[in-house]
């Protein structure tokens, strides 16, 4: 007999993960709001975008209202209907985040081009770089901010953007005090995700992960390095290989 599993929280990256193909979004939701319905399903974006860059895709795509937002790739967390970040993440944020000094390091590489103002946050410093000189440019910033004594997190993702954020304020990490906010157990926890910022959604518990199959190829690198039977990598694309993934984990209302 096939026994079925509760989903108690479900967590998806946006751009490329959930939003991607208008068809298969559509039956997604629909089965995500008989989740809710049935279980009380928690829904939870995880996102490297603004929040008022989130509202903007969400009311051009129709997104179900999310439980909580994670918004510029985890430095933000918005619960419930609150405009205002959580502050309880804020303050484990602030430890050691010295956003002038990193901004000043990184200008020193004519490599690294800013990114409009608007994606740049209070716990978030972003730029693009072009994939031929990552592996240059990544590790000579690290050591040169590792020689400031600034704790940071350097990620790359979709081959072009650079993002700089505190230790502890990636998805990932937003995911697991989530979790232990709302006392969810991993096994009744999925994370989505395309790219290098998701990498994180997947790395910290033991939720389980759906890789979509159009994924980028830091996260699949990332995905057959580290395999582990809770991970799944669909064949199909965006919400579909979510799809595939609920019924893999035969988490079905
Ligand atoms: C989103 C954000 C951008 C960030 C990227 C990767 O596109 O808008 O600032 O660099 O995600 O995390
Ligand atoms: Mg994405």
Sequence with gaps: ???????????????????????????????LDLYRQTWGTKIVYATGRSRASY?????????LAPDALIAA?????????????????IERLSTN?????IVEIASRFADL?????????PFKVSYFLSPSVVADVVPQLQQLLVDRNLD???????SKDLD??????????????LRDRWQIDPSQTLVCGDSGNDISLFKYGKERGV?????????????????????????????AGILEGLNYFRFVA
């Design 1 to 31: 007999m096939v026994s079925l599993t509760t989903l108690s929280l479900f967590i998806t990256d946006l751009d490329r993960t959930l939003v991607g193909n208008d068809s298969s979004l559509d039956r997604l939701n629909q089965i």
């Design 55 to 63: 509202q903007e895709l969400a009311t051009a795509q129709s997104l």
């Design 73 to 89: 790739v985890g430095t933000e967390l918005y619960v419930g209907n609150s405009d205002n970040p959580d502050p309880e993440w």
């Design 97 to 101: 985040w010295h956003r002038d000094k």
């Design 113 to 121: 081009e800013p990114q409009p103002p608007a994606e740049q946050r």
């Design 152 to 158: 940071v997190e350097i990620i790359y993702s979709g």
């Design 164 to 177: 700089i954020l505190p230790r502890n304020g990636d998805k990932g990490k937003a995911v697991q005090f």
């Design 211 to 239: 890789i979509v199959g159009n994924a980028h190829s830091e996260l699949r690198l990332w995905y057959e390095l580290h395999p582990v039977d809770y991970h799944y990598l669909a064949a199909a694309d965006y919400a």
